[in-house]
Each structure stands twice: as C-alpha cells, then as structure tokens.
C-alpha cells in the first residue's frame, strides 16, 4: 500500500527526465529528438494523473510535482527550442547576443499559466487560457518539421511576434474546450471529438507540422464558440 502511492510521483518524474532531455536535445539543435521526447513528457503527463485517479493515490506533494515537471517539460523546453532556432538564425549577426532571449518569454508565461491554474477553481472541466502542452506541442513539432522542410515564413521577426502571441495566450481570459472525451454519445463531446478527427488528418497528412495546425484549429475554435456564445 505505500508502494503504490509513490506510483503516480514516479511517473511525474519520468515526465520530467523526459523534459530535461528534450531541453539538451533542443540546445544540441536536434529538433526532432526534442519534439518526441516533448510528446513522450505529454504521454507521462496523462499517465500520472490516470495512476492518482484509478489507484486513489492523490497528494499534495504530486500535484506540486506535477506542476513543477510541466514548467520543465511544457515550459522551458518550448522556449529553449525558440531559443536555438533564433540563435541559428542569428548567428553572427547585430544584436544576435540579445534577441534569442525573448524566446524565455514563453517560459516565464508557461510559469505564470500554471500558478494560476493551480489557484483558479474555474478550470476543472475547461481551461481559461490555452494550456501548456498545446502551447509546448505547437513550438517543437514547428520546428521539428522546419529542421527537415524549411518554412519561409520561420524568420526572426515573424518568431518573435509568434512567442508573444503564444504567451499571451497562455494567461488570456480566453474560455478554452478541454479535450477529454468521457463519452462519445454526449453533444457536448462533439467539438473536441470532431477536433481529434481533423487533428490525425493532418498528422497524417503533413506530419509533424500538423500538430502545429491542430493547435492552431484549437485556437480558432476555442475563439469561434466564445464570439458565438457571447
């Protein structure tokens, strides 16, 4: 019995490692081995809270840990990886020693989004501002895409005004659909199911760089409902 409470921590510390290895792969500038080890945090991330909840092995200490891991993995690797790639693509140029730094400005969001999660009772069924894992799944599958396609539009300029966006995002009163699907016989199940169907097409389709436009379509949804409904 005191084994098995230790069960949903451990897994949170798996998603951690997998958080510290992504932030060396993403300073290495191996883009791709940073996103699918950012996709195997995600995986960990799901996996601790199913283990709390099937085995009743909540605590204090793994919702503090859980929220400290997600910073890592979901908060600072997405902003080391803008990091290198402004710095690859800076490289010697004027103020190239001052620019790449902006992209901790998705860090510092990423740390504010998740105080205020943990304080804000409104987000138990929905969020209000995008998560975390979105956010950190747009930026390392962008640029795992880009490290083998090059985008034209993946410019400094165009990056910087990106991570401000996405980090305003991150704490904007913005009422956003969770994508747990309980049942699939409930309306309300609807949106985000319809959501994963499109989101495989263009992982299918385009690979990495359809999860970006899948975050992308959860944003323009999420925005869509809220013009609707108001």
Known sequence: MQFKKHIPNA????NLFSGCMAAVAALEFNYVLAA?????AAFFDFCDGLAARQLKAYSAIGKEMDSLADMVSFGFVPATVVFS????QLALQEFSNVIPYFAFLIAI??????AIFNIDDRQTTSFIGMPTPANALFWVSLAAYHANHPLPFMLPGVLIVLV???SLLLVVELPMFSLKIKSLSDKKNLIPFSLLIAGAGLIVY??????????????LISVLLNIIKR
Do not use: K, M, N, P
Request: charged share 10%; glycine share 6%.
């Open 206 to 219: 385009f690979g990495f760089l359809g999860i970006s436009l899948t975050i992308l379509l959860y944003i």
């Open 109 to 114: 969001f990423s740390a504010l989004r998740l």
């Open 36 to 40: 699918e080890l950012v996709f195997l």
């Open 11 to 14: 897994i949170t510390c798996l």
């Open 164 to 166: 401000v966006v996405f």
């Open 85 to 88: 790639l402004l710095r690859q």
